[in-house]
């Protein structure tokens, strides 16, 4: 069974910044793409980011040139670097990846954990 566990979220105000973090754990042989995801209340959950096993990036309009995606996959360990935030980035945080098991290929996500990113005007 792998786990995602985040940490990092927080209040801050607009302009600020914060870095997530999203680690893996559990019977994991390799991890292939891991994205970031944001739910806002009302409103449908969306893929703000995510990147590639090959380190390949991809990004929401709304968040480019502001947000950073990366992964340390020595530490099985994917961030989310928030900056310039504003109050539409407030939302509840999601992680997922797309591991490789004993038992075969998983898409795992946080969607029952999730970590809150309150921006401030």
């Known amino acids: 069974q792998v786990q995602l566990v985040e940490s990092g979220g927080g209040l801050v105000q607009a302009g600020g910044s914060l870095r997530l973090s999203c680690a893996a754990s559990g019977s994991i042989f390799s991890i292939n793409a891991m994205g970031w995801h944001r739910q806002a209340p009302g409103k449908q959950r969306e893929l703000v980011a995510f990147?590639?096993?090959?380190?390949?990036?991809n990004y929401a309009d709304s968040v480019k040139g502001r947000f950073t995606i990366s992964r340390d996959n020595a530490k099985n360990t994917m961030y989310l670097q928030m900056n310039s935030l504003k109050p539409e980035d407030t939302a509840v945080y999601y992680c997922s990846a797309e591991v490789l098991t004993p038992t075969g290929v998983s898409e795992v996500g946080s969607w029952g954990q999730g970590t809150q990113v309150t921006v401030s005007s």
């Open positions: 990147i590639t096993g090959g380190g390949r990036t």
